[in-house]
T-cell receptor, first 114, second 116 residues
Framework: AQSVAQPEDQVNVAEGNPLTVKCTYS??????LFWYVQYPNRGLQFLLK??????LVKGSYGFEAEFNKSQTSFHLKKPSALVSDSALYFC????????????FGTGTRLQVFP | ETGVTQTPRHLVMGMTNKKSLKCEQH?????MYWYKQSAKKPLELMFV???????ENNSVPSRFSPECPNSSHLFLHLHTLQPEDSALYLC???????????????FGSGTQLSVL
């Protein structure tokens, strides 16, 4: 079965420190991987995606994610966290050539403390 | 602003009421989606419309009825809902891109629905 897992409900980090939000996936074939962010009282916003090519993908707001095929992971990272990064982050995976089958994780709440 | 507008932002309804959620996209996209977001659960894809035709219906109860009169508007008609239907309902749009690289979804801010 196709699935995506975000093992942490919440991640806490101090402002200025590096952050990592974890995501692992299980799909048949080559995955398309996405990260979305949801700020309070807003819909989800696209951050970045991995389709093919370089395993390190750079996205919006200084975020990046690394595709690791052997570990079936796609962790979201940022070298220096900001308080304004506090939000709910969703990993998503697609295994077909359209977004009709985009499978989301349960979300990880990132809290950045001043 | 993502270009996808949902109304109302909040809705409280009784189990016997009939109400509708509205979504409008100003991005020129051909595909529109309804998702249900409940706390600590993955987003649930409910319906997909591509070029105004329904292409996905993930075993959603019949008390939820979608309507897509044109490529810019999407409705979700609600009747005789249950308390467990309380959730954030998100609308999204994208280019209809079958066969091509996945395009990103653009989401509205959602309608927070409470069923009493």
């Amino acid at each position: 079965a196709q699935s995506v897992a975000q093992p942490e409900d919440q991640v806490n980090v101090a402002e200025g420190n590096p952050l990592t939000v974890k995501c692992t996936y299980s799909v048949s074939g080559n995955p398309y991987l996405f990260w979305y962010v949801q700020y309070p009282n807003r819909g989800l916003q696209f951050l970045l995606k991995y389709i093919t090519g370089d395993n390190l993908v750079k996205g919006s707001y200084g975020f990046e994610a690394e595709f690791n095929k052997s570990q079936t992971s796609f962790h979201l990272k940022k070298p220096s966290a900001l308080v304004s990064d506090s939000a709910l982050y969703f990993c998503a995976v697609s295994f077909f050539y359209n977004t009709d089958k985009l499978i989301f994780g349960t979300g990880t709440r990132l809290q950045v403390f001043p | 602003e993502t270009g996808v507008t949902q109304t109302p932002r909040h809705l409280v309804m009784g189990m016997t009421n009939k109400k509708s959620l509205k979504c409008e996209q100003h991005l020129g996209h051909n595909a529109m989606y309804w998702y249900k977001q409940s706390a600590k659960k993955p987003l649930e894809l409910m319906f997909v419309y591509s070029l105004e035709e329904r292409v996905e219906n993930n075993s959603v109860p019949s008390r939820f009825s979608p309507e897509c009169p044109n490529s810019s508007h999407l409705f979700l008609h609600l009747h005789t809902l249950q308390p467990e239907d309380s959730a954030l309902y998100l609308c999204a749009s994208s280019e209809s891109d079958r066969g091509l690289t996945n395009e990103k979804l653009f989401f509205g801010s959602g309608t927070q629905l409470s069923v009493l």
